[in-house]
């Protein structure tokens, strides 16, 4: 039996991380074994660039906690070496970096399971959610959308009004005899 401090400590972990991940915009777990050192690094200040928590915590605590907030879809996924991207805000984000990270690694970390608004995703959906493009590329796209429409229109519009005026032009001037 574990002492009262250790399990107290314990504890909060699992109601930090739980508060976390019920919060969260969206969070992956993965398996990152076969990971180098320098990897691991790269790999954590990407992720920290883009505002993802990331970090190491034993399956038996993220048990705990997924089952606490509902995800006890995850439990399954508990197994192995297993590591936690939390996205406070950007749903994208976590997923797209360890989508690529993954995709590069030739099978040395993978992608086990994710979550998004309250809800347990499977690997292929996260995958699906790291294809996505980033939030300024739709923003730009969206743009782009609503400026094009109306500078079409304002062009087709102007050469209208000069094919009108060239026409009274040639109309008004004299007949050659």
Same mark, same amino acid.
Request: net charge negative; aromatic share 4%.
């Given at each position: 039996?574990?002492?009262?401090?250790?399990?107290?400590?314990?504890?909060?972990?699992?109601?930090?991380?739980?508060?976390?991940?019920?919060?969260?915009?969206?969070?992956?777990? +993965? %398996?990152? $074994?076969? &990971?180098?050192? *320098?990897?691991?690094?790269? @790999?954590?200040?990407?992720?920290?660039?883009?505002?993802?928590?990331?970090?190491?915590?034993?399956?038996?605590?993220?048990?705990?906690?997924?089952?606490?907030?509902?995800?006890?879809?995850?439990?399954?996924?508990?197994?192995?070496?297993?590591?936690?991207?939390?996205?406070?805000?950007?749903?994208?984000?976590?997923?797209?970096?360890?989508?690529?990270?993954?995709?590069?690694?030739?099978?040395?970390?993978?992608?086990k399971v994710g979550? +998004? %608004?309250? $809800?347990? &995703?499977?690997? *292929?959906?996260?995958?699906? @959610?790291?294809?996505?493009?980033?939030?300024?590329?739709?923003?730009?796209?969206?743009?782009?959308?609503?400026?094009?429409?109306?500078?079409?229109?304002?062009?087709?519009?102007n050469a209208l009004?000069?094919?009108?005026?060239?026409?009274?032009?040639?109309?008004?001037?004299?007949?050659?005899?």
């Open positions: 039996m574990p002492n009262a401090a250790v399990l107290k400590e314990k504890q909060e972990i699992v109601a930090q991380l739980a508060e976390k991940m019920k919060n969260a915009s969206a969070g992956v777990l +993965v %398996d990152y $074994k076969g &990971i180098t050192v *320098a990897n691991d690094t790269k @790999l954590r200040r990407d992720l920290r660039n883009a505002g993802v928590e990331y970090s190491v915590v034993k399956n038996t605590l993220t048990k705990l906690a997924a089952d606490q907030i509902g995800f006890s879809e995850i439990d399954e996924h508990l197994n192995g070496t297993t590591a936690i991207a939390i996205s406070p805000s950007d749903p994208i984000a976590a997923a797209k970096i360890l989508y690529n990270y993954a995709k590069d690694s030739n099978g040395a970390f993978t992608i979550f +998004v %608004d309250g $809800k347990v &995703i499977s690997a *292929a959906e996260v995958e699906e @959610l790291a294809s996505i493009p980033s939030r300024e590329s739709l923003l730009t796209t969206l743009l782009y959308c609503l400026t094009n429409g109306p500078r079409s229109l304002a062009i087709a519009l009004a000069e094919k009108n005026t060239e026409g009274t032009a040639d109309a008004e001037a004299p007949a050659e005899a």
